[in-house]
């Protein structure tokens, strides 16, 4: 139940397209969404983070779409460029009370390619 | 701004050295996180801390332990290091519910 389910493991796109990066979760409790972007050799960083009283967040290129029903929620790069070529990690968090409180579950990861 | 450090960021050990991996905050957060992380996978944590003098196991299991002493520092300890130790470790920290911020990680090879 504290899994979150990250799709696809990689994904290949021509410059100025758009990349969608998806997740699913099934803990109910999860209250905190954010989305961390690696480069190789370099600790995660956080990108873009959600919560889901909203159903969509927008920071530049990058919009986190959550669906709380379906318990889904996406990343979209619009203009994809070389340099997002990372890989990406969404995560989930749970609801304030007890010592696990903000740990992050993270999902496997995709590994995003954008070709010039 | 977010400012995490680890040392050191490269280590090349023989197997059965002792080796601690430095990592310190600057922003007073109260949890702070190791991870273990083989190239482009998961990350796995391995143990985590809500303040000083609390540490708990992580998902992962590890040989390795950690110190909670002072609210900026988060060391971790391998006593006897093996080649099944090579991997990547990140400490990250954070501030109640919102995201963590990593650090730039430790390269560990044991040979």
């Known amino acids: 139940q504290q899994q979150v389910k990250q799709s696809p493991q990689s994904l290949i796109v021509q410059k100025g397209g758009i990349s969608i990066i998806n997740c699913a979760y099934e803990?109910?409790?999860?209250?905190?969404f954010p989305w961390y972007q690696q480069f190789p050799g370099k600790g995660p960083a956080l990108l873009i983070a959600?919560?889901?009283?909203?159903s969509e967040k927008k920071e530049g290129r990058f919009t986190i779409s959550f669906n709380k029903s379906a318990k889904q929620f996406s990343l979209h790069i619009m203009d994809s460029q070389p340099g997002d070529s990372a890989t990406y990690f969404c995560?989930?968090?749970?609801?304030?009370?007890?010592?696990?409180?903000?740990?992050?579950?993270f999902g496997q990861g995709t590994i995003l390619t954008v070709h010039p | 701004e977010a400012d995490i450090y680890q040392t050191p960021r490269y280590l090349v050990i023989g197997t059965g050295k002792k080796i601690t991996l430095e990592c310190s905050q600057t922003?007073?957060?109260?949890?702070m996180y190791w991870y273990q992380q083989d190239p482009g996978m998961e990350l796995h944590l391995i143990h985590y801390?809500?303040?000083?003098?609390?540490?708990e196991k992580g998902d992962l299991s590890s040989e390795s332990t950690v110190s909670r002493i002072r609210t900026e520092h988060f060391p971790l300890t391998l006593e006897s290091a093996r080649p099944s130790h090579t991997s990547q470790y990140l400490c990250?920290?954070?501030?109640?519910?919102?995201?963590?911020?990593f650090g730039p990680g430790t390269r560990l090879t044991v040979t």
């Open positions: 990250a920290s954070s501030e109640g519910g919102t995201g963590e911020y």
């Open positions: 803990n109910t409790a999860f209250d905190y």
């Open positions: 959600i919560r889901p009283d909203v």
């Open positions: 995560a989930a968090s749970l609801k304030a009370g007890g010592t696990s409180y903000g740990k992050l579950t």
């Open positions: 922003m007073g957060h109260d949890k």
């Open positions: 801390s809500y303040g000083v003098n609390s540490t």
